[in-house]
């Protein structure tokens, strides 16, 4: 796994109450990237950029973990018989 390292200010008030320890604030950070990603492959799946699966791979997110938003946001994934087929074999 290779790291970067990023800095950023945050402002004061969003922070109010969290214990100051490095791995609250790694914790939050990584529930927000994983927050956003799931909004972006979402936001990408309905513009029809491509597939649930070629989405999820660009992303960098489990299939089933997107298809198991998706579902709890009352969006149905549309899966071609090939799709189907190979979800049925794995």
Do not use: H
Request: proline share 4%.
């Amino acid at each position: 796994m290779i790291n970067q390292t990023v800095t950023l200010e945050i402002p004061r008030e969003w922070i109010i109450g969290l214990p100051e320890e490095e791995l609250t604030y790694r914790q939050i950070i990584r529930l927000g990237i994983r927050q956003y990603k799931l909004g972006r492959a979402i936001e990408l799946y309905r513009e029809g950029v491509g597939s649930l699966g070629y989405i999820a791979e660009q992303i960098g997110l489990p299939k089933q973990e997107l298809i198991q938003v998706m579902c709890s946001k009352g969006i149905e994934p549309e899966f071609s018989e090939d799709t189907i087929l190979e979800e049925l074999s794995a």
